[in-house]
């Protein structure tokens, strides 16, 4: 037999007790505990947003394993972060969350909720949201595009790796260009060519770039500093985004 | 220059406006926002759990995809909340969440947070988590094992695959038995031998059960319906395991 927790607390209550009902039971329930967020994270806003009443594209920089933890300095020290501290300028909304864990992947629920947070306290163009993430944030661009498959317009992982059996998941009008050196001896070239074999087979649109005789962690730099990738990426649109 | 939004607006009140404001910026924020849950699950409570002050083995059950969505009764149509349904008695209890997509993987985040209010509201013992998963469950097994390491004594993935780069992050003293039908022809046996050597090179306490001649949804019964499953998972205890 059956029973809900709370009934059979008041059959007790009125005297009526069963002796069945110290017996198993399966009961259905619903959880509503929230799951908290701390999720330390840069901002970067362009040249003339402040005076401006434009919608800008934004691109989400996933890091990778080595500036994870609680210090958001280290964020700054690689990647897009690393290259507006040095000067440059882009013409979009840059979002790097921190992984808060130095040995984890990332908690993508909670990038998630982070980046609704951006995209709706700032003027974020919701049919141009990228994704472009470097190893353990490789990772975790393949894991979004998955996981929440309406939001990006385009999908950039770098050195990273996931999950092909659920790559027929991500949006079809999605773009991906997957980057890896041919020389990554922390993780195999073969981990994207899997997955950027398993997009064309779905017929994806889908570009896979291999540096010859790059590393892992020449890969990162390499990629960023490739001017094409930038044209191409701010092409990319999303229509019928949700807004 | 890097400014704050907030001091920005002050020194803009204050009529001391500089032109440079407007400038490209980079600014170090926290998400506070909560990621909400309405995660729906089926608990079991054994025989005798009401009448006594004993903390009791917990197992997560994790079902596959065809049982996804927000019709709870779907997830008593499959594995252990099934042989429940059916009359079978064990002797923990079994927290069984609803992935309420019908398409992706578990949100694993609001996974844990729900089995978190679990294991508080019921006597559960902590250093007797137990976590087993069938297909897209597997792959959600595996997924708790890397991004959850210190709650789990032992997991159980029955024809799912995952993350082997980050097979390192999980317990060392966690235990592993693999299930996997050698002729799936949904997830590749492959899957789960590439992530059992893994274990094993990392010298983890893993097992793997290759079911010859089985498909992937025979798998499932096969693995559950195996006594030894049973007498080895409740003999797993995570020493030193938070309470």
Chains 1, 2 share one sequence.
Do not use: C
Request: glycine share 8%.
């Amino acid at each position: 037999m059956l029973r809900g927790i709370l009934p059979l607390a008041a059959i007790a209550a009125l005297g009526l007790f069963d002796p069945e009902a110290a017996n198993a039971e399966q009961v259905a329930l619903t959880s509503t505990v929230s799951v908290k967020n701390e999720l330390k994270y840069l901002l970067y806003t362009p040249d003339g947003y402040a005076t401006s009443t434009e919608s800008y594209p934004l691109v989400i920089w996933l890091h990778g394993g080595d500036q994870g933890g609680s210090d958001i300095d280290k964020v700054k020290s690689s990647g897009i972060p690393k290259l507006i501290e040095d000067g440059k300028k882009f013409p979009f909304l840059v979002f790097s969350p921190q992984n808060p864990s130095e040995e984890l992947l990332y908690p993508i629920e909670k990038v998630d909720a982070a980046l609704e947070e951006v995209a709706s306290t700032y003027r974020v163009d919701r049919s141009r949201i990228y994704v472009i993430g470097f190893s353990r944030g490789g990772f975790g661009a393949w894991a979004l595009a998955e996981q929440f498959p309406d939001k990006f317009a385009a999908i950039v992982p770098i050195a990273g790796g996931g999950n092909r059996h659920y790559l027929n998941r991500t949006n079809e009008k999605a773009a991906f260009w997957v980057f890896h050196g041919s020389n990554d001896g922390v993780i195999p070239l073969s981990d994207s060519v899997v997955l950027y074999e398993r997009l064309k087979a779905l017929d994806r649109n889908a570009r896979l770039t291999v540096l010859e005789g790059v590393d892992h962690s020449g890969v990162e730099w390499a990629t960023l500093n490739d001017a094409e990738l930038w044209d191409w990426l701010l092409k990319q649109r999303l229509e019928g985004a949700p807004q």
